[in-house]
């Protein structure tokens, strides 16, 4: 069953839809963009401050299962989506330099241990 929704799990594996709209129902692995951490760099900018330099920062990236089947009980069809998302989180602090009052200040954000296809 899927959760909360008093329907079956279908007997095959709905893939990610594709950015044309349309979607694969094949092994969703075609082009290596499943659900996974990846390592972004980037300048931390926070009202006027900023890190010195670009940062190593994590976030969730890539396709997930989504579906859609007709439900006779409700006459319309039932949506299941799962998304990319954070499965566990740290939190890392990095300093800024703040241009204003020439200060640098602390700043702690939350970045994910991992990521996986969740349900919403």
């Known amino acids: 069953m899927l959760p909360g929704s008093g329907v079956g799990v279908l007997p095959f594996t709905i893939n990610p839809v594709t950015p044309t709209g349309s979607t694969n129902c ?14 972004i760099r980037t300048t931390i900018r926070k009202d006027d401050c900023r890190s010195n330099a670009p940062v190593t920062v994590y976030s969730c990236d890539g396709k997930c299962p989504s579906a859609t089947i007709f439900n006779f009980n409700i006459n319309s069809h039932a949506r299941f ?26 700043y702690n954000f939350q970045e994910p241990l991992d990521c996986s296809c969740q349900w919403n």
């Open 81 to 106: 989506c799962k998304c990319c998302r954070e499965s566990g989180l740290q939190t890392r602090s990095v300093s800024l330099y703040c241009s204003r009052n020439a200060t640098v200040v602390e």
């Open 26 to 39: 094949d092994t969703g692995k075609e082009d290596g963009k499943t659900c996974k951490r990846v390592a």
